[in-house]
Structure formats: C-alpha cells, structure tokens
C-alpha cells in the first residue's frame, strides 16, 4: 500500500491512509477518497498520498479533481518520483512531457530489480537481448574489443554483450538494478548515471541500449552522445517501441517512436550503416509491443565483421 510504502511522518495520517486503502479494496471509492482526503488534511506537504488520491480519483472518472491531486504531488516534490506529472498530463490535453523524470524512473527500477528478470522474460516474453544479438549477426559483427551497455539493468544485454566484447562496461540509472547485474559477474565495469546526462569522454566499438530508449523520450541528445562516444566504423545497437510518433508518451508511461524520426536522427548524427527490423519487443496485457530493432554503424571499421553485409536493410 502507498501510505505504508512512502509514510508521510505522521503516524495519524498514515493509520488514516491505511484505512483508505482497505476502502478502495473492498471497492468503497468514495470511502477511500474522504478518508485519505483526511490524512492530507494532517500531512498536507506528503507527495505519495497526493499521488494516491489522483489515483483514486482518476479511478472514479474525475479527472479535473485527479490534475489538481496530481499537481499537489508535484508541488510536494519537484523531483517526482512517483511520475505524477506524467499522470497529470496523460489526462491533459497539453503537450507531453519528452522524457520521464529521472527519480520515477530510478524509483520505478530499484523497486522492480528484484523481481526484473522474472517478471520481463517469464510473464511478458521479453526478446530484446535476443534481437540485439539477432541484429548484430546480420550485420556480420563477430567481436569487438570495447563495448558498453547502455542502461544496463540486471545484464540481460549484456549476457548477449558478453562474448562479443573484450571488455564489457554498463551504466544504468537504477543501483537495484546493477546490484543484480554485479550478481552476473558479466561485467568489467558498472557505474551508476544517468544516461539522459552523460558526457562525452570514454570510446566504444560498440554500444548497446536494450529496451532503454522507450524511457528517454526525445533521442537527439542521447544518440548525438551515441555517436560521439564510438569509435570510427563504431556500432550502436538498440530497440524502441514502434509509433506513429515521432515521439509519443502512452498510457503506460513508456514513450514510442517513429520509424522516420529514428532514422532521421541517426543520419544527422552521422552513422551510414544502418538497419532497421520490426519486430515484437514483448507482450503487454496479452497483445504483442510493436518495436524496431535498429542497428547503425558510423563511417571506418574498427570492428570484426563477417560477411559482406548484404543482410542491411534501408531505414
């Protein structure tokens, strides 16, 4: 439960929202609104129960009442871990947020690490790692002496990464996260960042981003980092979930993007090779999540290639 995960500090105001949980379980809506309408009357700075309450209204169909829950949520902490700003805006008719604050989505991965690779690969027939590798073997990349993976998480990528790399970076956002990638033992470094902010300093042969980018939002800064960190004749190799775009958030706080806004991007930052594969990233409710494995490669060769390369498509 929110009031017991993130307490506000008042003992009375989180008895008051444990109440107001029951209520919204045993299907009591407007119960559970006045009760936890009541604990924020007593702790009236706590951003958690904010975010609850627009969570209970926005169950009940009152969004105008959920914007203004949500926007007290935000003003509670403009950090925003808990993503209430992107709550706020799905229900808006405004321009979208083009990337997710760093604290959700560190927040949202330190809480999911434990159970990550469970949960993506068992229950939501995750194939990323697959594809990426899957990719990489069409375009005849064999082996590489310095790769990094790019938003690490736990090193599914990175088990792909492993075998083809000499010596094997990740960077991710989240230390739950690389707490079990350390667990591996796939990498020689791990460091935690955030990606959306990294400078340039460090070249790779090879950089991979394993269902990463569907976080970020707006890629120009991140693939102009991309490219400037690889070598000459350098790879980068990620997946995306596939829009009508160029950039769009849904409903499950996740971003998409277009086809042509990836490949727009990855010509002005100056890769030649590139690929670009549809495929199905994972299951979502059921339904597969339409996505694109792409591959691109800057001007030179530095790498280890097999084959002539025909196997590259057209972005």
């Not at 560190?106 to 949960?119: G, K, S, V």
Request: a negative charge.
């Amino acid at each position: 439960m929110h009031g017991t995960r993130f307490p506000s500090g008042d003992p009375q105001a989180d008895r008051r929202a444990e109440f107001a949980e029951t209520l919204a379980h045993l299907g009591d809506a407007a119960g559970a609104i006045e009760a936890l309408t009541g604990a924020l009357e007593l702790a009236p700075g706590w951003a958690a129960g904010w975010f609850r309450l627009g969570e209970y209204l926005e169950a009940t169909g009152d969004t105008e009442a959920a914007v203004t829950a949500y926007n007290r949520a935000c003003a509670a902490d403009p950090a925003d871990p808990l993503g209430a700003g992107l709550r706020r805006d799905l229900l808006r008719d405004v321009p979208l947020a083009d990337r997710l604050p760093p604290a959700f989505v560190e927040l949202l991965f330190d809480q999911y690490a434990p159970r990550f690779d469970r949960a993506l690969v068992d229950r939501l027939g995750y194939r990323g790692p697959e594809q990426l590798g899957q990719a990489l073997d069409r375009a005849g990349i064999i082996r590489v002496d310095r790769a990094l993976d790019l938003g690490c998480g736990t090193g599914l990528t990175g088990a792909v990464l492993r075998p083809r790399s000499g010596w094997l970076a990740g960077i991710d956002i989240s230390a739950g996260m690389l707490f079990e990638a350390r667990e591996k033992a796939l990498y020689d470094r791990l460091h935690q960042a955030d990606i959306t902010a990294l400078e340039i300093g460090e070249s790779y042969d090879l950089i991979a981003a394993g269902d990463v980018f569907n976080y970020i939002g707006a890629l120009e800064r991140t693939i102009g980092w991309c490219a400037g960190s690889l070598t000459p004749g350098g790879t980068l190799v990620f997946n995306v979930e596939q829009g009508d775009g160029p950039v769009t958030l849904h409903e499950g706080r996740r971003f998409r993007h277009s086809r042509a806004y990836v490949a727009g991007l990855l010509d002005e930052a100056g890769f030649a090779r590139v690929s670009c594969t549809e495929c199905t990233l994972r299951h979502d409710r059921g339904a597969p999540v339409a996505a694109l494995t792409v591959l691109a490669s800057l001007p030179g060769s530095t790498v280890t290639y097999q084959g002539d390369g025909e196997s590259e498509v057209p972005a």
